[in-house]
């Protein structure tokens, strides 16, 4: 059976969602659950790789179990495994060319900044900027990020391609956290953290919107701010 799962995790109880040697993360935490479900070793595909400190509300994940076993009961005994930091949302049995990554059309990343009075308690959930931002310049900046760009300046690692295309970015406030939602085919690692990162040194007054503008038609290698993991959450995934 070839399995798609929705699921959330509290981003700060892991070391990414990728099998990291023993390191706790969010893959080795799923696959030590399938694995005594199904009695033998399952291996599972995340639809996004996301690095530690990120959360997520809508991580798709595919696998293949040997067991015969109904999609609710599935959920009940993986819930039962995976909680109190991971929760499976949805189970579903998908024809047998899904997978969680490769057949992905859509991706949505919301990143959440604290505009209110300092909060502790939510120190692993939101950035909390230390300087006033302006929100209008960080509209203005991401109308820059829309379209097909090479995003090279704004991924780390190497890639062969860092051609891709972001279909949206909008804002929104709510209890004083701004939420900046980009949705795109794919983001590549550390990307959406350093476009907000532009956001943010341009909104404060460090960085202005020529720079962003440099970082998106030079070939040269140009750093800016990666914004802190706490604030991304991986929302959305649509096939």
């Known amino acids: 059976m070839n399995i798609l799962i929705t699921i959330a995790y509290d981003g700060s109880k892991f070391y990414g969602f990728q ?19 199904n009695k033998q070793s399952v291996e599972v595909k995340g639809a996004g790789r ?3 400190g990120v959360h997520a509300n809508g991580q798709r994940v595919s696998f293949k179990l040997d067991v015969n076993i109904d999609e609710n009961g599935l959920r009940m005994a993986l819930n039962s ?7 499976v949302k949805e189970v579903k049995m998908v024809d047998e060319d899904v997978h969680a990554r490769f057949s992905v ?3 949505k990343y919301i990143y959440k900044i604290n505009l209110g009075e300092f909060n502790p308690q939510l120190t692993d959930y939101v950035y909390q900027s230390d300087y006033k931002l302006d929100i209008d310049k960080m509209k203005e900046v991401s109308k820059l990020y829309l379209g097909v760009h090479d995003f090279h300046n704004f991924v780390s690692g190497e890639r062969e391609d860092y051609t891709c295309i972001v279909y949206g970015i909008d804002f929104f406030v709510k209890d004083d956290i701004l939420n900046i939602v980009f949705e795109g085919k794919s983001f590549y690692r550390y990307m959406v953290r350093n ?4 956001m943010i040194d341009v909104a404060r007054g460090k960085d202005d919107i020529c720079k962003v503008m440099e970082m998106l038609d030079s070939t040269n290698e140009i750093f800016g701010y990666t914004a802190p993991a706490c604030g991304l959450y991986l929302e959305s995934i649509e096939y």
């Open 50 to 52: 996301t690095d530690r």
């Open 195 to 198: 476009l907000v990162g532009m």
């Open 19 to 37: 099998r990291l040697n023993e390191e706790v993360s969010v893959q080795k935490v799923l696959e030590d659950a399938l694995t005594k479900i």
């Open 81 to 87: 495994l995976v909680k109190p930091y991971i929760y």
């Open 105 to 107: 059309v859509k991706k």
